[in-house]
């Protein structure tokens, strides 16, 4: 809407077009997710994961069949976060032979897991076996209990 085809051309009015016609355009960029977050978002429904506790340790295990350990990615983000990420990628067709169909998925995958705070990030392993992923993150030893200090009581 322009104000000036009102008869509205005083410098305030000319600023209010400008703060409205910004207002259009940003609405475009923030009204969807981000490309970055959508993609993330589709990586991380699309792996699904188990979580084990045991007495000593917490495991994370995701099927990974086809996967290279090479294409694989474990990392700690902000000292409590694991982040399991990579590619599966698409066989390339060979001459004369293509798909009919093809159902299994290909392309990025991610998962990302909030770590309990008795975790210890110093200590964590990954081993790919017949398609299968496990990440395990020790526990940390439970702090001793404190013995209670005893005050000597004195004379005066």
Known sequence: MDLRIMAFD???FSVLQHLHDAGDDSDKSVSGPSRTYARDA???AATPADVKESPNSYAFIVDMP???SGDIKVQVEDD???VISGER?????K???KYVRMERRVGKFMRKFA??????????????????????????PPPEPKKPKTIEVKIA
Request: hydrophobic content about 35%.
């Open 95 to 97: 001459e004369g032979a």
């Open 80 to 82: 409590n976060v694991v």
């Open 66 to 68: 086809g996967v290279k």
């Open 115 to 140: 770590l309990p705070e008795n975790a210890n990030t110093d200590k964590i392993s990954a081993v790919c076996q017949d398609g299968v992923l496990t990440v395990t993150v020790e526990k940390l």
């Open 42 to 44: 589709k990586a991380m």
């Open 89 to 93: 990628k698409r066989e390339e067709e």
């Open 10 to 12: 005083s410098p305030l």
